[in-house]
């Protein structure tokens, strides 16, 4: 069975999307940016702000489906510029603290002119 994430405690969706599904013992969260639940508007200009607001938003997810960080088994972070990624390190560690495999990569550009994506995978309970 398949089950459909949507709670207000994080972004809508700005596209075909769910926030995450849960299958087969596991949750499959979208990538999230840094936009305000409710609002949608922009959390911040700079790479640390942008970046607690993409964490925030990967714990409503969490919590939405009973979880925490330490159910994340998986992350892959998208970042504008990898420029800034000792800056977005430093704000994920204090999030991610039981280290889940990772990948982050550089990309050209992300939804909104924004500056990180973080999208995860965690063991259900």
């Given at each position: 069975m398949?089950?459909?994430?949507?709670?207000?405690?994080?972004?809508?969706?700005?596209g075909p999307y769910s926030q995450a599904m849960k299958a087969n013992g596991f949750l499959f969260a979208s990538?999230?940016?840094?936009?305000?639940p409710g609002t949608g508007e922009v959390a911040g200009t700079t790479i640390e702000e942008q970046a607690e607001r993409c964490c925030q938003n990967v714990k409503?997810?969490?919590?939405?489906n009973g979880l925490g960080f330490e159910d994340?088994?998986?992350?892959?972070c998208f970042l504008a510029d990898m420029g800034d990624f000792a800056?977005?390190?430093?704000?994920?560690?204090?999030?991610?603290?039981?280290?889940?495999?990772r990948s982050c990569v550089a990309v050209r550009e992300l939804p909104k002119k924004l500056l990180c994506e973080i999208e995860i995978i965690a063991v259900c309970k």
């Open positions: 398949i089950e459909v994430t949507s709670t207000p405690a994080a972004p809508a969706a700005i990538g999230q940016v840094a936009l305000t409503a997810i969490l919590e939405a994340v088994v998986k992350t892959t800056a977005f390190n430093g704000v994920y560690a204090r999030y991610f603290t039981g280290k889940p495999a």
